[in-house]
């Protein structure tokens, strides 16, 4: 049987292709970059952003996160392709953290493929592709944000994203985008809240 070309082959396929071709104990991002081929953009920030929206998935989050907003940056500033300079690339991830994340997010990931279809495609394409790479880089700051359990909704927001990205959905986009926003917006409030309660406190 001729195996199906990168192109044709379900985002949730490809992710468990990746998970299954790993060898060893671990492999590092340069590797699993590689292994992206021709998608590497939406494909890498999708690999980077599904630990950090997978409750209880511990180790991996702490490894993509920089990554994730080095990526995101270079959408923003309008690169054909990724790059990783080697302090990140050789960032390893073990390949059961790996393999689990294809098992959890793999359900997940084929709901969107079936739902999604090419609409308003401009939004996936240079120039507003480099919109997109703002809203990326402001929600995967914020995954950096030293605060517990603060991944989860900013990691989907970028999940949705890139799957437009991958989709060519314009729709996922700014649902993600929307979402992500509302994020944002929601630590804003909480952090002004916050000031101003301390201010209280203390006679300010």
């Known amino acids: 049987m001729t195996a199906q070309p990168d192109e044709a082959r379900a985002i949730s396929q490809r992710l468990s292709d990746l998970a299954q071709d790993a060898e060893g104990e671990a492999v590092t991002l340069f590797w699993i970059l590689e292994q992206l081929h021709e998608r590497a953009f939406g494909l890498f920030l999708l690999v980077l952003a599904l630990p950090c929206c997978i409750p209880f998935l511990y180790g991996v989050?702490?490894?993509?996160?920089?990554p994730l907003m080095f990526i995101s940056a270079q959408i923003l500033i309008g690169r054909s392709a990724p790059w990783l300079p080697a302090r990140l690339g050789n960032r390893t991830v073990s390949s059961e953290s790996l393999a689990n994340l294809a098992s959890r997010a793999g359900p997940w990931l084929r709901r969107i493929e079936a739902i999604s279809k090419p609409r308003l495609?401009?939004?996936?394409?240079?120039?507003?592709d480099r919109a997109v790479g703002v809203a990326l880089v402001v929600f995967s700051a914020s995954i950096l944000l030293p605060i517990p359990l603060t991944n989860t909704v900013p990691g989907f927001a970028v999940v949705v994203v890139a799957m437009g990205l991958l989709q060519r959905d314009g729709i996922l986009v700014i649902l993600g985008a929307i979402l992500g926003t509302a994020w944002i917006a929601s630590l804003v409030f909480a952090g002004a809240s916050l000031i101003s309660v301390v201010r209280g406190w203390i006679g300010f």
């Open 61 to 66: 989050p702490q490894v993509v996160a920089l």
């Open 121 to 128: 495609v401009a939004l996936t394409r240079k120039p507003l």
